[in-house]
């Protein structure tokens, strides 16, 4: 899995205990667009969580779950 090394890079922000990333970040760490991440969870197929701004953030967890969702898509010609 290539995206754990990628995870370290990014600064680390905390929501109590939880280490959380940005959009940004988390389209960066899965190869996709920003845009595409707010089109998973506005469809409801990733849940998001918010921070103290209301900006939503996902966990190492949440990223590691989107991934595997990713992963188990079938592509259609």
């Not at 190869?31 to 595409?36: A, D, F």
């Not at 209301?54 to 595997?68: A, G, M, R, S």
């Amino acid at each position: 899995m290539m995206y754990n090394n990628f995870i370290m890079r990014y600064p680390i922000k905390k929501i109590g205990k939880l280490k959380v990333y940005t959009v940004t970040e988390t389209a960066k760490i899965l190869g996709v667009s920003r845009p595409g991440i707010y089109h998973w969870f506005k469809k409801g197929w990733v849940k998001v969580k918010r921070d103290f701004r209301n900006l939503p953030v996902f966990t190492e967890k949440d990223i590691k779950k989107i991934n595997k969702w990713r992963n188990t898509l079938k592509v259609t010609k």
